[in-house]
C-alpha cells in the first residue's frame, strides 16, 4: 500500500503577491457580476476559454490546444445560448458539444473521454452563472444579490477552511488526495460559510428566512469543499501540481474557482426553490 504524500507548508514568501493578485481579480469580478451585462458574458467567457486551456495543458499532453479550442467552443454555444434566454436549450446544447469536443479529440489522438468531460466539468459552471444572474430579470430584480451571495458564501468557507486548519490542524480530511486539508479547517469552512448565508439574509433584498440563508450558507459551503476535493483528485488523476501558472502566487485559474464551480450549480438549484416559494 503506498503512503499518502507529505502535507506541503504554506509558502508564506509570496503571501504579498497573493493578496496583489486577488485585489485586482476580485474587485473586477464583483464589479462585472453586479452590473451584468455585457461585461459579465465577457468576464464569463474569458473565464471559460482560460479553463479551457488549463484542461487541454492537463489532459491532452499529444494535441492540447486542440482540445482546448473544442472544449472552449462546446461551453461557449452553451453560454451564449443561455445568455440569450434559452436556458433549456443551453443545456441541452451541452450535451451536444461534449460529444462534439470527443469526436475532435479522438481525431488528434486524444482521449475522447477526457474531453467530453471537460465540457460537463466547465459548462453547467458558466451556464448557472448567466442564469443566477439573469435572475435579476426573470426573479424579483435579485439576481446580482444571489451571486453576492455567492461570492460572500464561497469565499467564507475557503477563508474559514484555511484559518482554522492553519491554526487547529488536527486529522487529514482525505489525505490520499489533499494531504493540505484537515477535518477541522473543513468544519471551520461550513461554520464561515453558514455565518455568511444568516448574515446575507439580514437584508432586506432578500426573500429569505434566517434558517433558510443559513442552510443555503452551510450547502454552498459543503459544494465549495466538494468543488476544492474534486479538484484536487483530477490533478491527481493527471499527475499535475497546479492547473496552470496564470494568477501569480495562486497558480491556475482552475485552482481558484474549483469550489465556485460546485457552488453555484448549488446555488442555482437553491435560488429556483427560493422563486417557486422555499425559504420565505
Same mark, same amino acid.
Given at each position: 500500500?503506498?503512503?499518502s ?53 492537463? +489532459? ?7 482540445? !482546448? $479550442? #473544442?472544449v @472552449? %467552443?462546446?461551453? *461557449?454555444i /452553451? ?8 436556458f433549456?436549450w ?14 475532435v ?19 453547467p ?22 451571486i ?17 486548519g ?15 486539508? +484537515?477535518?477541522?479547517g473543513?468544519?471551520?469552512?461550513? !461554520? $464561515? #460559510?453558514? @455565518? %455568511?448565508?444568516? *448574515?446575507? /439574509? ?47 502566487g ?31
Amino acid at each position: 500500500m503506498t503512503s499518502s504524500p507529505p502535507a506541503k507548508r504554506f509558502d508564506w514568501t509570496n503571501l504579498g503577491l497573493r493578496v496583489a493578485s486577488a485585489v485586482v481579480l476580485v474587485p473586477a469580478a464583483l464589479a462585472a457580476a453586479w452590473f451584468g451585462g455585457w461585461p459579465y458574458l465577457v468576464l464569463i467567457a474569458i473565464g471559460v476559454a482560460l479553463l479551457a486551456i488549463e484542461w487541454g495543458g492537463m +489532459t491532452a499532453p499529444v494535441a492540447p490546444t486542440r482540445v !482546448a $479550442a #473544442a472544449v @472552449a %467552443a462546446a461551453v *461557449l454555444i /452553451a453560454v451564449f445560448v443561455g445568455y440569450r434566454g434559452d436556458f433549456i436549450w443551453a443545456w441541452g446544447a451541452i450535451a451536444l458539444t461534449a460529444a462534439g469536443a470527443a469526436v475532435v479529440a479522438r481525431g488528434v489522438a486524444e482521449r475522447p473521454a477526457d474531453a467530453a468531460f471537460g465540457v460537463l466539468y466547465i459548462a453547467p459552471a458558466a451556464l448557472c452563472l448567466v442564469w443566477l444572474r439573469d435572475s435579476d430579470k426573470l426573479m424579483s430584480h435579485q439576481g446580482h444579490w444571489w451571486i453576492m451571495m455567492l461570492f460572500a458564501a464561497t469565499w467564507a468557507a475557503d477563508i474559514g477552511a484555511f484559518a482554522v486548519g492553519s491554526t487547529l490542524k488536527g486529522p487529514k480530511l482525505w489525505p490520499r488526495f489533499s494531504p493540505n486539508k +484537515t477535518w477541522s479547517g473543513f468544519i471551520g469552512g461550513l !461554520a $464561515a #460559510a453558514t @455565518a %455568511a448565508g444568516s *448574515l446575507m /439574509a439580514g437584508m432586506s433584498v432578500f426573500q429569505l428566512n434566517v434558517w433558510a440563508a443559513a442552510f443555503i450558507g452551510l450547502a454552498v459551503g459543503l459544494a465549495t469543499m466538494a468543488g476544492d476535493l474534486w479538484e484536487s483528485a483530477i490533478k491527481r488523476r493527471f499527475g499535475v501540481k497546479d492547473s496552470g501558472d496564470l494568477i501569480p502566487g495562486h497558480g491556475g485559474l482552475l485552482d481558484r474557482v474549483d469550489g465556485l464551480m460546485f457552488a453555484v450549480v448549488v446555488m442555482a438549484a437553491l435560488r429556483l426553490a427560493n422563486h417557486l416559494g422555499w425559504g420565505h
